[in-house]
């Protein structure tokens, strides 16, 4: 108040000089809330991924996807690691341990006409469609939360649910090595489906705290493709059964007269 007293004493007696006072005072208070508003500082992937899985809550979410660091070529990196990661583990672990077609004497290599060195090329082949297929399945998801009203973007939704996605896949990977201990087997089996559904729960919870919807929509988004897919395969798969109908009937006719003979 006191200074806007001052102002108005100097613009009614010396204009000119009020004008470069008002100018002083505005650079100062622009000055003042620069130093109140306090630097973003980035923070590295293992914290983020640490804030995602152990604090599920929508606060954390939203500073995950409106930080300046939420960009899809992250989140794309980010899966791209764990995919890469997973399938290494798990062509270790086929090697190590044998596929389970070894113990009725087929041995996979030998009929595919594979080896270590041919499936380990093909790993990263696997990590590129494997990053491609989430993020059609992300885009999707957005899109149909768009239809409900969502205002977030596909960038903040895909970066937010690979925070949670990439540590807890990378879990599942190294758990997935312990499934060949005798009993314990078991325990860790059920502590990967364990993480399936919690899993299951951040995604949706993600969708609800991007899109700023209720739990309704974020089900919605969440489920519609899967089921949307579902119908497709189940129309196809009618489809190819009436068209190839006359051929499969003329099959089982041939079969039957075989057996009678």
Do not use: H
């Not at 293992?46 to 929508?58: C, D, H, K, S």
């Not at 890469?84 to 595919?112: K, T």
């Not at 990053?131 to 239809?147: D, G, K, M, P, Y």
């Not at 493709?225 to 129309?235: D, K, N, T, Y």
């Amino acid at each position: 108040n006191a200074i806007g007293k001052v102002q108005v004493l100097t613009l009614t007696n010396r204009q000119d000089d009020s004008v470069c006072l008002n100018s002083s005072y505005l650079k100062l208070t622009f000055l003042e809330n620069d130093m109140d508003t306090p630097a973003y500082s980035p923070q590295p992937f293992y914290q983020i991924w640490l804030n995602a899985v152990t604090r599920p809550n929508e606060q954390t979410y939203r500073q995950i996807a409106f930080s300046p660091q939420a960009k899809p070529g992250t989140a794309y990196l980010w899966l791209f690691l764990v995919s890469l990661i997973s399938g290494i583990l798990s062509v270790a672990m086929l090697s190590l341990a044998g596929s389970p077609f070894s113990e009725l004497g087929i041995d996979v290599q030998e009929q595919l006409g594979t080896s270590l060195l041919a499936e380990l090329c093909a790993v990263p082949i696997g990590a590129i469609f494997s990053v491609l297929l989430f993020a059609i399945w992300i885009a999707i998801i957005q899109w149909i939360a768009r239809l409900f009203g969502g205002q977030g973007t596909y960038g903040q939704l895909i970066y937010t649910i690979a925070a949670a996605v990439a540590p807890l896949g990378l879990l599942n990977s190294l758990l997935s090595l312990l499934y060949a201990i005798p009993y314990a087997g078991l325990c860790f089996a059920l502590f990967t489906l364990a993480i399936s559904f919690y899993l299951l729960y951040i995604q949706i919870l993600a969708i609800k705290t991007v899109n700023s919807f209720g739990w309704l929509p974020a089900l919605g988004a969440f489920f519609l493709p899967g089921l949307m897919i579902v119908f497709l395969c189940a129309c196809l798969t009618v489809g190819a059964l009436v068209a190839l109908g006359p051929s499969i009937e003329e099959i089982f006719n041939q079969i039957n007269q075989s057996l009678m003979y």
